[in-house]
């Protein structure tokens, strides 16, 4: 009670001069030997995490965790102390009587703030950091095996854990381990990868259910880290993609597209890695065949998730179009520009902006790539016939001002956004923006690559792309 009392006056207290005194205490009882075990002793019998609304409740939790953290970090109590606490957090199957974080989330404890549950389970990463292989060889099977648990508390927990696991452990850099010892972890995950990515496929193909969303959210998180991390070829499973696909497509009509977005960013990460399987035809055809899929719906409303869809079409034109040209029948690339050109000249302004990365990803191809004569024979006159009506009656103010207007009032936003939130991603986008503008505004694509412009509309030669010309 007493230590509730200071953390409420610490937190709480109007005299701010007592603030120094307050931490003092504080601080000396995190540093007494024993503190960690009287934390996980409070953890173990509290009635209360402070999901009541108790502020000294949810003080006290959020303290002894922060005691845990610590205790690992200094490495108090030795690779005993660490074992213990350990399973005093998550027990294996079968074991759980004991566990703090488990037994909360099944519901046999009170319920627990995000804030105090992400703080505990960073201090069983943190202790698997220290453990894991040699001292705790079982610390990664018991997660994995949470994750794929038949009940959802304890798979959702487990997809938590294993999420926050591969973070910490391909992250670059940390406070609690060295050089040697990062490098030491990320060679004994690099031989776990092909059973990963199977849970991952096994989780993320479950997710029908509600109840499911935030085991979906964290193993879709785990696929981003992993893959940005482990440029590996065990990420070209067929299944894999085949699931995040369906994860877009299952959320294209409903109004939360969170999982649909964090499958796209998953699927961009996975093309962006230039991994290529042994069939590419066959790998082309199907990730293809899905890009198309997602252009052909009615999406131009939907401007975030577009601007996403929009990344991962980019991505796609940018590392695999040669291989598009190259598979012929496998699949049409004047296909994918025609439902890209439909985006672009949809009746919704922000369309425009969303769509124009993946245009400028194509000029670049077709300026800089040696084998982009197939561009042209793919699409005779209707790659030139899209970008000329583009620049004609899109990015000129005599043509479209009331449009452009619109994107002039929404950047300005967008820059405010970026300046304030610090979104480098945003800001990077605007410069993306800038220079395509320049680009397409700099004059009409060169002929020799583009095909000829002058009356490439109503040339026969322009197909499906030149078509889509008679009502823009």
Known sequence: ESTGAILVEFYEGADTSAKAGLNEQLSELRRRPEAWRDAVVWLEETADFGASGSAAALYMAYFCASVLEEAVRVEMGGAAGREALRRSLFSPRGEQDASILTRSAAGARPPMPRAVRTRLCKVFVDVGKLGWPADMPGFLDEVCAAAVAGDEPTSTLGCELLALTCEEFCGSSSRTTTSRRRRELQSQLATQLPRLVALLTEVLSRGEREARRDAERSALATTRTLVTWAPSQHFLSPALFRTL???????????????????????????????????????????????????????????????????????????????????????????????????????????????????????????????????????????????????????????????????????????????????????????????VLQDLAGGRPEPRRLGSVGSAASNASSGELGGLLEDA
Request: hydrophobic content about 45%; aromatic content about 6%.
């Open 245 to 435: 696909f369906g994860l877009v497509e299952r959320d294209l009509d409903v109004a939360d597209k969170s999982a649909a977005i964090g499958a796209v960013n998953a699927l961009e990460a996975l093309l962006g890695k230039k991994l290529v399987p042994a069939d590419a035809a066959a790998f082309v055809g199907q990730v293809g065949g899905h890009v198309l899929g997602l252009l052909r719906r009615d999406i131009a409303g939907e401007d975030e998730f577009l601007a996403h869809v929009c990344e991962l079409v980019a991505t796609f034109v940018e590392q695999h179009l040669p291989r598009c040209l190259a598979a012929g029948g496998q699949f049409a690339v004047s296909d994918l520009l025609s439902a890209l050109a439909s985006l672009t000249f949809a009746e919704n302004q922000s369309s425009l902006r969303r769509t124009l990365r993946p245009w400028a990803t194509l000029v670049d191809f077709a300026n800089e790539s040696p084998s982009s004569e197939g561009l042209v024979a793919a699409t005779g006159d209707g790659l030139a016939a899209v970008l000329d009506t583009l620049l004609k009656t899109r990015l000129f103010f005599s043509t479209n001002e009331a449009g452009l207007e619109s994107l002039d009032d929404e950047e300005d936003d967008y820059r405010l956004k970026a300046r304030d939130d610090d979104d480098e991603a945003a800001a990077e986008d605007l410069l993306d923006l800038d220079d």
